[in-house]
């Protein structure tokens, strides 16, 4: 590749990705040449502007036509733009909540490390949703990937924070492998690794032999992708993970890395599988043959989430379940494969990175300061700080979707793209909303700590709460948005149907 | 703003002023209270005036843009949910019930001891999702205000009853949550499948031929969505054997949210059945009817039965209003307008009595902290006038002629007596048993073997007057003028009638 191919790529389909590239070798250089001393924060501040600069980049970007450079591994579409947006506001929020997160102790020295892991693990998953290459796409993978191993176990001194990132590590690893070999399937009988030529080589393939070895590689790479979005029965890493990790980074792995996996499992799989006729030519795609395998995961993930939930007592454990459930639900909407499926996801997502990112703010606050998670720590919160309590009620009730919130919107949206179609899966519909009165009990039972619970014996001698200014942001957007969103969902609805065009050009 | 907005949404005006009142503030709170309950109760009795004299209730509807999930140019106004409100005579009856109520209610809450700015606020809030509830003129709209009576109801439940309060707020939860989940089914089917949620394009949809659809209902598909409608409604009536979660909250939550709750939230399940069940599915409506006549017996004698044995007041009428409720599901099973017309005036004649006998429960037990009836004993002494209310309202329940109760449970009958003669001649024994049950009761408090400790309690007080007197003077003033509440259901029950062709 000369200088003169290198130059007539259009680089500014990528400005985001080097704003975050730019901010975070300078974050990096910064924490290697400051004095000891000197408070890291103002690193996390550059790096939350910086993201802000990436939105606005991205802002200007929209109205692009589909484009890619550099042999089409990048490509920048409606799809990629969708989901960068909720990756970029979802780690500008978690920004926030790494600022203020003061834990007792094990945080003070890697702090800037903090901030530029975030950085690189934003970069990998913004990758990840506009590849047009197995490459690209498995580069960014990765680098979100071991940038949250390192996350996870940050605070070098307490046992289950590195409990946690060992065991994400030997998971993640494993994962990542068998999605390599599934990939490795594709490429071998397609020679390419490109998104878009192996789509045109699987077009034409009617060997039933090599259908076999195609569904065999959708399962491997379905298998291991469901490691990252943390569906059942891949999802054991899940709660350990959630729990030991700090919080901020808790938030960033059920919100920011679930997203992005998703991408990631839309991306591969209607890109690649809907080519391929399973029954030789005209008859159904694979995708369409293996519905019921994904239908299958969703329905056992939401049931194992929402199930397991219940028993729970740490409120990180909850929420880790919480989020397995909530992979269910939008699984609903990919095994549902209808005409709702990106628009009921990408809401959706943007429901669920609110309201989970909100009641992780108010989680951090309200534990960081005690050597445990036990959902006791709310009883009686309503008492100590009506405004935390009041929020924390709001976005539980969006979780638990319940009309008037965002999280309602997403189910009927959802629940409508499952239905849509002549032979409409009931059983897992049925599941689908079985499972969301399951749900009623935990949440319920937070808010019942919270509301009605008195608070335990010399909390009153507790130091006040006192909300930092970072953490006070993320709860306000937070709670609006839930709200917003669950009065007014055409604000979102417009925005896609104006700016994405339903992402008709997914696979141009 | 449009006239029905501003009704519904009124009590979140008090809530907003609410949020700036300090919570030690308890006067100001209660009264400011009771003041966001007035306007809705002004403009809803204005409009029920104004409709007596040939306003038009067609030209209170709004319908403003809400939702469109797809884009308006492929699909057009497929998949799009309007804010859509509007009221027929028979929603009108209803808001104005509810309205009526709730300020009582709001006048109740004098008992209430502790956190009364959390509870207004809710009190407010479950307000309006109630009257919004009568007015959705889509079933989004009527799922989001049915959910918006759910939530503050559990809180009030949970946080302000009696001991055992919190297991009471989760056995409601979870069988609402159930019921209104399979609700949100049957909804979210027919949103997927028609494109649409709006009730009148359903109705016409469901009845005709060869409907433009997005993809096809079956019979059997409309036969299992009817069954579900009725199981989601039927817990919220509630129908045997889905009753055991409403005897808990009735028991256990505080008189005055309990006037709301038999008041008003059961009779959404009866006026779900009305709505969807006849309207969407006159079809199935008419397969099911002798099964509904059948299971309104089964409520009437079982609620019955069982309110014969209980020791607590509050107990007898929880299964009183089981019983009471079963009336409303034998006047609908008759299928005939006589029976329609029964069950409806039972809706809100229920709704007033029930509404009484709960503040009255309130008011003794704020005297005596007991509603066991072997400990009141001889109230008619100790508090005659309470007392006197009692009995009144005791036998306005027991269907005495000259009360609405009667009105209702005659032409309930006299619908079944016609369809179903075996049937009607079975249930009559309840009758019998309400008879039984509420004398012994209610004499048992007046009467019975009197209980000292209580003399010289005192009698209702100036502000506890306005709800007993309310009450029992539209018992009795639809009692002796039925008109008054038959004249604006007339043209509904013409609709529904012609709709299921009886």
Not at chain 1, 286 to 310: D, F, K, Q, R, S
Not at chain 2, 76 to 101: H, M, P, R, S
Not at chain 2, 131 to 160: Q, S
Not at chain 2, 490 to 499: D, K
């Amino acid at each position: 590749m000369d200088l003169e191919t290198l130059l007539s790529f259009e680089w500014g389909i990528m400005m985001p990705e080097f704003i975050i590239l730019g901010v975070l070798t300078i974050i990096t250089l910064l924490d290697l040449f400051m004095p000891k001393t000197q408070n890291r924060k103002i690193l996390g501040w550059i790096g939350f502007v910086g993201i802000l600069a990436a939105i606005v980049s991205l802002a200007g970007l929209l109205d692009k036509e589909v484009a890619s450079i550099l042999y089409d591994t990048f490509r920048l579409d409606a799809f990629a733009k969708a989901f960068k947006l909720i990756l970029l506001v979802g780690a500008g929020l978690v920004m926030l909540l790494a600022i203020s997160y003061e834990p007792k102790e094990g945080m003070k020295e890697y702090r800037g490390e903090f901030f530029y892991l975030f950085l690189a693990a934003l970069l990998g998953a913004m990758i990840m949703t506009s590849s047009g290459d197995l490459i690209t796409l498995y580069v960014g993978l990765e680098l979100l990937s071991i940038s949250s191993y390192v996350l996870a176990g940050i605070r070098k001194s307490n046992l289950q924070s590195n409990e946690s990132a060992m065991k994400y590590v030997v998971n993640g690893s494993l994962s990542s492998a068998i999605t390599l070999f599934g990939m490795s399937y594709v490429f071998g009988l397609t020679g390419t690794t490109n998104l878009a030529d192996m789509r045109d080589m699987l077009m034409v393939i009617q060997d039933s032999q090599h259908v076999y070895l195609l569904v065999v590689a959708f399962l491997m790479i379905f298998v291991g992708l469901s490691f990252k979005i943390a569906a059942a029965p891949y999802h054991m890493w899940a709660p350990d993970v959630y729990q030991g990790a700090p919080t901020p980074v808790t938030a960033f792995l059920s919100v920011v890395s679930k997203a992005a996996g998703f991408a990631l499992i839309v991306r591969m799989i209607l890109s690649i599988f809907t080519a391929v006729a399973a029954n030789g030519p005209g008859s159904t795609s694979i995708l369409v043959n293996m519905e019921p395998y994904i239908a299958v995961v969703a329905a056992v993930t939401m049931i194992i989430g929402n199930v397991v939930a219940l028993r729970q007592s740490n409120i990180k454990r909850i929420f880790a379940y919480s989020s397995i459930a909530h992979a269910g639900y939008l699984l609903v909407a990919v095994a549902a494969l209808s005409l709702f499926m990106f628009d009921s996801l990408w809401f959706y997502l943007v429901a669920y990175l609110f309201m989970n990112m909100g009641a992780f703010a108010i989680i951090q606050l309200v534990t960081e300061k005690s050597d445990s998670e036990d959902l006791s720590h709310f009883a009686g919160l309503y008492k100590r700080a009506p405004f935390l309590a009041v929020a924390m009620g709001i976005l539980v009730l969006s979780l638990a979707g319940i009309p008037g919130t965002a999280g309602f919107i997403g189910k009927l949206n959802i629940i409508t793209g499952a239905l849509v179609r002549e032979q409409a899966n009931y059983l897992l519909v049925g599941i689908m909303i079985a499972t969301t009165v399951v749900s009623y009990v935990y949440y319920f039972r937070i808010l019942a700590q919270i509301f009605f619970k008195q608070a335990p014996e010399g909390s009153e001698s507790l130091p006040k709460i006192k909300i930092p200014v970072g953490i006070g942001i993320v709860i306000i957007v937070c709670v609006a948005a839930s709200v917003l969103f669950g009065i007014f969902p055409n604000l979102a609805f417009d925005f896609l149907q104006t700016q994405f065009y339903e992402f008709g050009d997914f696979l141009q | 703003m449009s006239l029905l907005s501003f009704l519904i949404f009124s009590p979140l005006i008090g809530v907003l002023v609410l949020l700036f009142i300090p919570k030690t503030q308890e006067k100001l709170l209660k009264g400011l209270g009771f003041l966001a309950t007035i306007p809705a109760l002004v403009i809803s009795l204005s409009l029920f005036f104004q409709y007596r004299s040939g306003l038009k209730l067609e030209t209170l509807s709004e319908k403003l843009d809400w939702i469109a999930f797809k884009n308006a140019i492929q699909y057009g106004e497929f998949f799009t949910i309007k804010y859509e409100l509007g009221v027929d005579g028979f929603q009108l009856v209803l808001i104005i019930l509810t309205a009526v109520v709730a300020t009582l209610a709001a006048i109740a809450s004098i008992h209430i001891k502790e956190e009364w700015k959390g509870y207004f606020m809710l009190f407010l809030l479950l307000e309006t999702g109630m009257l919004g509830v009568f007015a959705a003129e889509n079933l989004v709209l009527f799922f989001i205000f049915f959910e918006m009576t759910l939530i503050p109801t559990f809180f009030l439940i949970g946080k302000w009853g009696y001991e055992e309060k919190v297991k009471a707020a989760y056995s409601f939860l979870i069988y609402n949550g159930l019921g209104s989940a399979i609700l949100l089914i049957v909804i979210i089917v027919f949103f997927a499948r028609t494109g649409t949620t709006n009730i009148e394009a359903l109705q016409t949809i469901m009845t005709s031929d060869n409907p433009q659809l997005i993809a096809s209902m079956s019979d059997d598909l409309k036969l299992g969505l009817f069954i579900a409608l009725l199981i989601a409604f039927g817990i919220k009536l509630p129908i045997f054997p889905l009753h055991s979660w409403m005897v808990r909250v009735h028991v256990q939550a505080p008189p005055s949210i309990v006037m709301l709750h038999s008041g008003i939230l059961l009779k959404i399940g009866a006026y779900g059945l009305i709505r969807f069940g006849m309207g969407i599915f006159p079809e199935q409506f008419k397969s099911m009817a002798v099964m509904l006549a059948v299971l309104g017996v089964i409520n009437l004698l079982y609620g019955a039965f069982l309110a014969f044995v209980q020791k607590d007041f509050k107990m007898v009428l929880a299964y009183s209003s089981i019983s009471h409720m079963g009336i409303v599901l034998i006047g609908l099973g008759a299928l005939n307008e006589a029976g329609v017309q029964g069950a409806v005036f039972q809706v809100v004649s229920h709704g007033l009595i029930s509404a009484l006998l709960f503040f009255l429960v309130g008011v003794f037990y704020e005297r005596t902290q007991t509603t066991q009836f072997e400990k009141l004993g001889g109230m008619a002494k100790a508090m005659p006038i309470t007392a006197g209310f009692l009995l009144a309202g005791g036998m306005a329940s027991l269907g005495l002629p000259g009360m609405s109760g009667f009105v209702s449970e005659f032409m309930a009958f006299l619908g079944l007596f016609k369809e179903m003669p075996v049937l009607g001649a079975v249930g009559a024994l309840g009758i019998i048993m309400t008879a039984v049950y509420l004398l012994r009761a209610v004499l048992g408090i007046t009467y019975g073997t009197a209980n000292w400790k209580w003399y010289g309690a005192k009698d209702l007080s100036p502000v506890e007057f306005v709800p007993a007197v309310a009450l029992l003077a539209l018992i009795v003033l639809i009692g002796v003028y039925p008109n008054i509440l038959s004249e604006p259901l007339q043209s509904t029950l013409e609709t529904i009638m012609l709709r299921i062709g009886g």
